[in-house]
């Protein structure tokens, strides 16, 4: 058995490819399993982005904290 991940795309009876909204649909709940463990996927994937830019955005905070000038502006205001 293996351990890859298969990526699944759904697509429309015309072929179209179907975005994958995070918050889930109506249309993949009907869609059964390959509907949930392709909104399992993207839901991962936005959480995983999320993280990751909450991470970035707190690093980002430390490094203007520790500046001395932030904190001199701080101050006058």
């Known amino acids: ?3 890859t991940k298969k990526h699944i795309q759904i697509v429309t009876k015309d072929g179209q490819p179907f975005p994958v909204p995070p ?3 109506l249309g993949l709940l009907a869609l059964g ?3 949930l463990v392709a909104w399992r ?3 991962t994937a936005f959480i995983q982005q999320m993280k990751e830019a909450e991470a970035a955005k707190a690093a980002s905070g430390q490094v ?3 500046s001395p000038d932030n904190e001199a502006s701080k101050k006058e205001h």
């Open 1 to 3: 058995m293996s351990n």
């Open 23 to 25: 918050e889930g649909s």
């Open 33 to 35: 399993y390959v509907g």
């Open 41 to 43: 996927q993207v839901r």
């Open 64 to 66: 203007q904290s520790q």
